[in-house]
């Protein structure tokens, strides 16, 4: 597996509030995608970035930001948190062709 | 826009029976395809991907897919389940071009091995 490690790794959070969560990964792979994960609907992308500060929407990108302001690191932000961003996110890095995850980051938003 | 249809959300298997587990996309093009598990609380894990050549795949820890570009299929199969191969495993389609990978996940199988 590609070193990628995300924190934290879990958080509750309030209604409202910003939360960025991190992503790092140790391979120098060009391609980085955040991911969440819901029941029933597998997983989705909310964005990805082709390069250093080179980002763009995936399919479920309201209310997400995301910076990539180094090879290594992808931050994925909620701007203003909800309940329904309460979820499991994962972010992956892109080796040759397949896609590398970390152990993911479980969100509560209350 | 591809997708993916994984049309067992649910198996329960007991040990050594064999298993097949379903998926179709829809692409226009030439497309890799990918099946992921898993593991309960961890994070997903490649277990077998196509991307040309033998339409018959290899995987880790004794699994395998068929390649069937006639019924847009890449189903899944392993002769003998373990108790350890309760997982959920999904399936992924993505446009064969090189550069960013547009990965479609398909909603994930849920696999129940009883001892």
């Known amino acids: 597996d590609a070193g990628i490690t995300q924190s934290p790794r879990h958080k509750v959070t309030e209604t409202g509030t910003p939360v960025t969560l991190r992503c790092h990964q140790t391979?120098?792979?060009?391609?980085m995608y955040w991911y969440r994960q819901d029941p029933g609907h597998g997983l989705r992308l909310i964005h990805y970035s082709y390069g250093v500060k080179d980002t763009d929407k995936g399919e479920v990108s309201d209310g997400y930001s995301v910076s990539r302001s180094k090879t290594e690191d992808f931050l994925l932000t909620l701007e203003s948190a909800t309940s329904s961003q309460t979820s499991v996110y994962f972010c992956a890095s892109q080796g040759a062709y397949e896609q590398y995850f970390g152990p993911g980051t479980r969100l509560t938003v209350t | 826009a591809q997708s993916v249809s994984q049309h067992n959300h649910h198996v329960i298997l007991s040990e050594a029976a064999s298993l097949e587990l379903g998926c179709n996309y829809s692409?226009?093009?030439?497309?890799?395809l990918f099946w992921y598990v898993q593991y309960p609380g961890q994070h997903l894990q490649l277990l077998l991907k196509y991307f040309s050549g033998d339409p018959l795949v290899k995987g880790i820890k004794g699994f395998e897919a068929e390649f069937i570009k006639s019924k847009f299929s890449f189903n899944l199969r392993k002769p003998s389940v373990q108790w350890s191969d309760t997982a959920e495993y999904f399936c992924a389609v993505s446009p064969n071009s090189g550069g960013y990978q547009k990965v479609t996940f398909g909603t994930g199988t849920k696999l129940q091995v009883i001892p």
């Open positions: 391979e120098n792979h060009r391609y």
């Open positions: 692409y226009g093009g030439t497309v890799n």
